[in-house]
Structures are given as structure tokens and as C-alpha cells.
């Protein structure tokens, strides 16, 4: 039996929200419908007692806990001195995907919501044993998250609807070719339904399907 927990990487304002920098980012998400088809997971996963993780990043005024100069995206981002600072707008989680029972884990380095957080000691205190990750972007931090997740033993899903990249194109590429490689995919649809199942039982562990659905 697993015990899982919904990872929603980086759906905040500033990134995929209206306070975004990243336009291309923005279109493919709604190309793809994946706020409104997290939406639909998050509530899914509230109502079968499934934790639900924000994994945000921010950065300081001053910078402290961010290495700003190893890697060019970050350069760039950072030619903007207000960007996507602690305590900002920009930094909250869109509102259509926040609940006040959620969890949140903020980084201040990085692409990963691992390397430097607490997730990990926080996913283990709940007894979580797998994960189900949605959200941006299958560029860098969706990789990123299922990787790290699988070194640290975690058995992880990707919502193959709720997540985005740019270009389209390159973004299936990743699906198919690395996150195939590192773990399940499922639709939104799938995961809603087994977790009402959930709902009715009242049950809060799941198992895996004979499909490698994570589910009932």
C-alpha cells in the first residue's frame, strides 16, 4: 500500500499567473488547460485526504540563499531586480489552485523543490511513499522533481494533462523520452476517479492498479 501526496510545482503568479514573465509558458498552459485540470485534481485530492504540496520558489531582496551567477537562466531572470522576490504578489500561488489546508514548500535555489528544502522530511512525516506531481515546467522543474524523487526513493506520477513546456513539441519529447523513463503517467481523469473511490470508502492509503495507475 502507498501513501501518496500531490506536488504542484511552481503554479504561482508570477510564473503561469497574471504576473507572469513567461508569456510562451502561459499560452501552452492554457492551450492545455492545466490550471483548470489541476484545479480539478487538487479537489480531488483534498477530498480523499490526499496532502496537497505548493513547491514555490522566491527569491530574497538580497539574494542570500540563491546561487544567481552558475546558470544562465537565472542570469537572465535576474537582470529584473524585483523578480519574483519573497513577499510579493508575483511568489503566491495562483488562486484558483490554493486552499487553506494546503502545504507549501518554498526554495530560494535552484530548479528542483529537493535540493535545499524541507520536502523531503516533510513527505516522509506524512508517511508518504509515493508522489503525484503536476505543474511547471516540463523544461526544467518537472524533470527535476521526478528525478530527485526517484533517488530519494519515492514512487512518482506525473499528470500528464496538468503539466507544460515550451515548446509543444520538445514538451512531449520530454514526456515520452525522460519522464517515461522515470515514472508513471496519468490523466487527470484517471486520478479524480480513483480518488473518489477513495472518497466513498474513506480510505487514505492507495495502492497501484494492475495498470501502474496509482489509484485505488
Given at each position: 500500500m502507498e501513501r501518496i501526496a500531490v506536488l504542484m510545482m511552481e503554479m504561482q503568479r508570477g510564473v503561469v499567473g497574471d504576473l507572469t514573465r513567461f508569456p510562451e509558458l502561459v499560452e501552452?498552459?492554457?492551450?492545455h488547460d492545466v490550471i483548470g485540470n489541476a484545479a480539478?485534481?487538487?479537489?480531488?485530492?483534498?477530498?480523499?485526504?490526499?496532502?496537497?504540496i505548493h513547491c514555490t520558489a522566491a527569491f530574497r531582496p538580497d539574494r542570500a540563499g540563491s546561487h544567481t551567477g552558475n546558470c544562465p537562466f537565472i542570469v537572465s531572470l535576474l537582470k529584473d531586480p524585483g523578480h519574483m522576490l519573497e513577499g510579493t504578489p508575483a511568489t503566491e500561488v495562483v488562486p484558483e489552485l490554493r486552499d487553506a489546508g494546503d502545504l507549501e514548500s518554498r526554495r530560494h535555489h535552484g530548479f528542483?523543490?529537493?535540493?535545499g528544502t524541507s520536502l523531503?522530511?516533510?513527505?516522509?512525516s506524512l508517511r508518504v511513499t509515493?508522489?503525484?506531481?503536476?505543474?511547471?515546467?516540463?523544461?526544467?522543474?518537472?524533470?527535476g522533481l521526478a528525478l530527485e524523487?526517484?533517488?530519494?526513493?519515492?514512487r512518482v506520477t506525473v499528470v500528464k494533462d496538468a503539466v507544460a513546456g515550451i515548446p509543444d513539441d520538445y514538451a512531449r519529447a520530454v514526456m515520452r523520452h525522460t519522464i517515461g523513463l522515470l515514472a508513471t503517467r496519468a490523466a487527470t481523469a484517471?486520478?479524480?476517479?480513483?480518488?473518489?473511490?477513495?472518497?466513498?470508502?474513506?480510505?487514505?492509503e492507495t495502492g497501484r492498479t494492475e495498470t501502474g495507475r496509482t489509484g485505488a
Open positions: 501552452a498552459c492554457t492551450r480539478r485534481l487538487l479537489h480531488a485530492a483534498r477530498a480523499a485526504a490526499i496532502p496537497v528542483s523543490p529537493f535540493t523531503d522530511m516533510t513527505l516522509r509515493a508522489v503525484v506531481a503536476a505543474g511547471v515546467s516540463l523544461n526544467l522543474g518537472i524533470p524523487a526517484v533517488n530519494l526513493g519515492y484517471d486520478l479524480t476517479e480513483a480518488w473518489a473511490a477513495l472518497t466513498e470508502t474513506g480510505r487514505t
